[in-house]
């Protein structure tokens, strides 16, 4: 079985109102995010420092920049991945695709498809979820983010938009 991994879009042109969007976010609106705007987005976010990841010599999995693709009613999160396993380390894409569903937490991203590299390690929760989590955690979120995520009310996608709906 053949696993393909498609780019989300990053073009600077239509990911420009990614400002005023976190603005309006910050400031208690519900917005509409195109994946230009969560590229841009992610690319301005600052990245785990490179001292954390160096120092951290036992990762198994130490993942690059993160990518969203908005296709068929799914979220893609991509990432390139150095894997270490028995001394043997590789690059890798990680590719997960799913939705955002409501946990006592807060909104999450669930999985519906996780590939690393062309095995689709979904049903196995455990890896899968360490496996996200990973990639995730590789970005600093800014605490005004995190503050404005926590008071949503709904998170769906849209079309070819990330809706984020506050009360």
Known sequence: CNVYYI???????????????????????TISLN?????TAMAN???????????????LLVPGGVNFRI????????????????????????NAQGVFVHKSSGFVFVPVRLYVGSCRVDRLPVVAG?????????????PDLMASWDKLTDVAVAGDHLQLTMP
């Open 7 to 29: 780019a989300g879009s990053d073009s600077s042109a239509r990911g420009r109102q990614w400002m005023r969007k976190r603005q309006l976010f910050t400031e208690g609106t």
């Open 35 to 39: 994946e230009d705007e969560l590229n």
């Open 45 to 59: 976010l600052v990245p785990q420092s490179a001292d954390k990841v160096d120092a951290d010599k036992s990762a």
């Open 71 to 94: 296709r068929d009613g799914l979220l893609q999160i991509a990432a390139p991945v150095q894997l270490s396993v028995a001394g043997v380390q590789a690059k890798v894409q990680v």
């Open 130 to 142: 360490m496996i996200l989590h990973r990639v995730m955690e590789s970005v600093n979120v800014p």
